[in-house]
Every structure is written in C-alpha cells, then in structure tokens.
T-cell receptor, first 110, second 116 residues
Framework: AQSVTQLDSHVSVSEGTPVLLRCNYS??????LFWYVQHPNKGLQLLLK??????LVKGINGFEAEFKKSETSFHLTKPSAHMSDAAEYFC????????FGAGTRLTVKP | EAGVAQSPRYKIIEKRQSVAFWCNPI?????LYWYQQILGQGPKLLIQ????????DSQLPKDRFSAERLKGVDSTLKIQPAKLEDSAVYLC??????????????FGPGTRLLVL
C-alpha cells in the first residue's frame, strides 16, 4: 500500500521569497510521485512528476522537486514566490493508482 | 487540444434526490477516473474505467453511486439518493493508457455538489 503525508496544511510566504512545500511518502514499491496545483474553481494542473529518472525534477512556473529515497521525501520548492502561485498544492504517490495528500494551501503576501 | 470537460459546474439538491454528472475525456484517452474531493481533503478515487470496462470501483459506495462509460468515451456518475455527506467536488480525469506508475492524469474543472 502507498500513502502520502503533506507536512503543512498552510504555508504563508512573502512575494519574492523562497517556497518550500513538504511531502513524505510511504510505498512498498518504487513509486512515481507528482505535484499538482489547484487554483480556486479550477481543475488540478500537473506541476511536475518523478518516474525513476533524474532525482531533481523541474516543472512548470519555476517549481522543482527532489526525490530523496533515504528520507522518503519529495519536497516542492521555488526560489522566488509570485502572487499567482497562491493556490492549493497536492503531493501524489502512484504505484497502481494515485493517492493524494491532504493538500497545502500556499498564501503569498505582497 | 481540448481538455477534460465536465458538466454541470455546480449543482444544489436536497437530500434523497438524485443527481448525475457528465464527463468527456481528452480525445484518445483510454482511461477515465472519477474522484470525490471533500472540502479540505485531497481527491479520493471513486472509480476507474479502461475503455468501457471497470478497472477499480473498490471505493465507490455502490448502494447509492453508479457510473457508466458505455461507448468507451464519455461517462456519467450518478448518486441516488443523495446524502448530506455527498457534498463535495466531483472530479473527472483521463489518461492516455492505464494508470500504471508514472501515467499522468489530466483533470477537468469539477462539479461542485451541495446537498441540503
């Protein structure tokens, strides 16, 4: 069985400062990992995914995530937050199906 | 390329009424999924279709929920009768092939259901 834990339900940053959204996973097999973003009243959009290739994955809008097997983590980062990054972010683990975390709400202050 | 289409976008019903949601996946995508997203939680898979066959419906409350994908393209999800706890966003997603490891799912905008 697989599961994912997003360690923060809410993260608040100032515009122009770094973003860190934390995700730990549990899986009996080597998983694929995803980050999706959900803006209000919009569908889920794929930011990036890891599928056993390079451990540092670059996504859209300047986001990246690093797969660390020893720490069972897949944290999402961005060097400089923009107001448009304010949204709900979901970490997802996939072996046979996709299991979503509870989400992290990112607030960006001007 | 057109995305996943869903309708209606919003629905308000009273408990014990029935409701149906429609989804049209991305053209050529063999696999279709229905998720339930309760406020403050991540999406939870209800049912997965591969073409017109059910692959996984283990988390579908079959006493009140049903879904079909008769021609292997669009799909409907029905709730009958609805309960208060069914208030949620119902998301439809599709992927090119089966939901194996690494397969990207593309999501529609969702249908927001409120049961009074």
């Amino acid at each position: 069985a697989q599961s994912v834990t997003q360690l923060d339900s809410h993260v608040s940053v100032s515009e122009g400062t770094p973003v860190l959204l934390r995700c730990n996973y549990s899986s009996s097999y080597s998983p694929s990992l995803f980050w999706y973003v959900q803006h209000p009243n919009k569908g889920l959009q794929l930011l990036l995914k890891y599928t056993s290739a390079a451990t540092l994955v670059k996504g859209i809008n300047g986001f990246e995530a690093e797969f660390k097997k020893s720490e069972t983590s897949f944290h999402l980062t961005k060097p400089s937050a923009h107001m448009s990054d304010a949204a709900e972010y979901f970490c997802v683990v996939s072996v046979n199906d996709m299991r979503f975390g509870a989400g992290t709400r990112l607030t960006v202050k001007p | 390329e057109a995305g996943v289409a869903q309708s209606p976008r919003y629905k308000i019903i009273e408990k014990r009424q029935s409701v149906a949601f429609w989804c049209n996946p991305i053209s050529g995508h063999a696999t279709l999924y229905w998720y339930q997203q309760i406020l403050g939680q991540g999406p939870k898979l209800l049912i997965q279709f591969q073409n017109n066959g059910v692959v996984d419906d283990s988390q579908l409350p079959k006493d009140r929920f049903s879904a079909e994908r008769l021609k292997g393209v669009d799909s409907t999800l029905k709730i009958q009768p609805a309960k208060l706890e069914d208030s949620a966003v119902y998301l439809c997603a599709s992927s090119l092939t089966s939901a194996g490891r690494g397969e990207t799912q593309y999501f529609g905008p969702g249908t927001r259901l409120l049961v009074l």
